[in-house]
Nanobody, 127 residues
Framework: QVQLVESGGGLVQAGGSLRLSCTAS????????MGWFRQAPGKEREFVAV????????YYGPSVKGRFTISRDNAKNTVYLQMNILKPEDTAVYYC????????????????????WGQGTQVTVSS
């Protein structure tokens, strides 16, 4: 059974930093795509970042570009999200997602293109 487990969420003041981790078990995703999404109360799920296996290409949502960094450690089957210069509008539940295989034609900004999801971790940024 495949599981994705996020950790690292919490309460932080505006301008601070947090590092989220997501560790997969049950299979390896070294050749797959790993992503982060978030959902704030009353809002739709929002794409945050994705990292592809080939050349570790990364893409970011416009609201986090320049502040967040996604990375992966295939040996640990783990993906990270370093979040800097946090703002109150970053408050949300953050979800890790994994796609079993990478495709050049797939839009990984869409949550429907992922096969597995974590349970989410709360990030709260106070002003």
């Amino acid at each position: 059974q495949v599981q994705l487990v996020e950790s690292g969420g919490g309460l932080v003041q505006a301008g601070g930093s947090l590092r989220l981790s997501c560790t997969a078990s049950g299979r390896t995703f070294s050749s797959g795509v790993m992503g982060w999404f978030r959902q704030a109360p009353g809002k739709e799920r929002e794409f945050v970042a994705v990292i592809k296996p080939i050349g570790t290409m990364t893409y970011y949502g416009p609201s986090v570009k320049g502040r967040f960094t996604i990375s992966r450690d295939n040996a640990k089957n783990t993906v990270y999200l370093q979040m800097n210069i946090l703002k109150p509008e970053d408050t949300a539940v953050y979800y890790c997602a994994a796609a079993s295989a990478a495709s050049l034609s797939t839009d990984y900004k869409r949550g429907g293109n992922y096969d597995y999801w974590g349970q989410g971790t709360q990030v709260t940024v106070s002003s």
